[in-house]
C-alpha cells in the first residue's frame, strides 16, 4: 500500500475512533469503508490490520462487482472508498524493509522500471522477497516481473540483451 493512502487511512481511523458523540446519545456508531480491487491484493490483510490496531471485530461482506449495489456508491453511504491496487515502488521497498530492512538497493531503479510497465499483486511481491538474501529476493523479484512483461514487447526485449550483456 501506498504510504500516503495509508495515512489518510490511518487518519481517517484515529478521528473516528475520538468521536464520542455515540456515546452521549447511546447509538451504534458505523464507519463504512468500501475495499475493491482484484483478489489477492491485500483488502483482507487491510481489515486484519484494522481489527488489530483498534482491537475489535470488524464486519465484512463480499459483494462481487456484478451484485455491488448502485446505492453502495452514491455520496455518503460510505465513509470512505478505497481502491487496493497492484504494486508500486514506494510499497515494494516498504516490503522490502519488512523482510531484509533495507530501504535502498541498486535494484530498485530496475524493479521501478519495470513495476511502471507489469501489474504484480503485493502477495506475489512479498513471496518473492521471502527469499534468504536481499539480492537473492530483488533479483526473484526482477525475474518474476520480466516474466509478467508481455515476453514479446520490445522494452521487454532490450532489457534482456541489456542484463545478457553484463
Not at 487518519?11 to 446519545?25: A, N, S, Y
Not at 446505492?71 to 514506494?90: A, E, F, N, T, W
Not at 538474501?133 to 508481455?150: F, H, M, P, T, W
Request: charged share 35%; aromatic share 6%.
Amino acid at each position: 500500500m501506498e504510504a500516503k493512502l495509508k495515512r489518510t487511512i490511518m487518519g481517517d481511523l484515529d478521528k473516528f475512533e475520538k468521536r464520542k458523540e455515540h456515546m452521549r446519545i447511546e447509538r451504534a456508531w458505523k464507519h463504512r469503508y468500501m475495499l475493491f480491487g482484484r483478489p489477492r491484493i491485500g483488502k483482507l490483510g487491510l481489515i486484519t490490520a484494522m481489527e488489530d490496531y483498534f482491537r475489535f471485530e470488524i464486519y465484512d461482506l463480499d459483494l462481487k462487482e456484478d451484485r455491488l449495489d448502485q446505492m453502495l456508491l452514491q455520496p455518503r453511504k460510505m465513509d470512505m472508498h478505497i481502491h487496493m491496487g497492484y504494486c508500486v515502488l514506494s510499497s515494494s521497498k516498504v516490503l522490502a524493509s519488512n523482510y531484509h530492512s533495507t530501504d535502498e538497493h541498486p535494484l530498485f531503479e530496475e524493479i521501478k522500471g519495470l513495476l511502471k510497465e507489469v501489474n504484480a499483486t503485493p502477495a506475489k511481491v512479498a513471496n518473492r522477497l521471502m527469499s534468504g538474501k536481499v539480492e537473492v529476493a530483488l533479483g526473484g523479484l526482477i525475474k518474476l516481473l520480466l516474466r509478467k512483461d508481455n515476453k514479446g514487447t520490445k522494452a521487454a526485449m532490450k532489457r534482456r540483451a541489456t542484463r545478457a550483456k553484463c
